[in-house]
């Protein structure tokens, strides 16, 4: 069991700069694959990064990148996501998540979300 629970969310201007923090509980965060995943109102929950368990590789979807950076602290079980060059279509309440699939993760854990609100 993984309990996921994520900050850093806020309001800020187009072009601006947030960092999204997940901190897990347990002993095995370095067993699992981490992710991002967002949801904009009116919109499925869509995939954003993923990064894989030692960090050595990452994943994004194509509108995020160049953007947006995931990384990992297995020491304190902590994940990232840098964002950069922030848009209003980046509006949407991130989830953290964990799980095994590389690439597009399919998690078995969420955490409870984050809002970020990118005004123009």
């Known amino acids: 069991q993984v309990q996921l629970v994520e900050s850093g969310g806020g309001l800020v201007q187009a072009g601006g700069s947030l960092r999204l923090s997940c901190a897990a509980s347990?002993?095995?965060?370095?067993?699992?694959?981490m992710g991002w995943f967002r949801q904009a109102p009116g919109k499925e929950r869509e995939f954003v990064a993923s990064?894989?368990?030692?960090?050595?590789?990452?994943y994004y979807v194509d509108s995020v990148k160049g953007r947006f950076t995931i990384s990992r602290d297995n020491a304190k079980n902590t994940v990232y996501l840098q964002m950069n060059s922030l848009k209003p279509e980046d509006t949407a309440v991130y989830y953290c998540?964990?799980?095994?699939?590389?690439?597009?993760?399919?998690?078995?854990?969420w955490g409870q979300g984050t809002q970020v609100t990118v005004s123009s």
């Open positions: 347990g002993r095995t965060f370095s067993s699992y694959v």
């Open positions: 990064i894989t368990r030692s960090g050595s590789s990452s």
């Open positions: 998540a964990a799980g095994q699939t590389i690439g597009v993760l399919k998690p078995s854990y």
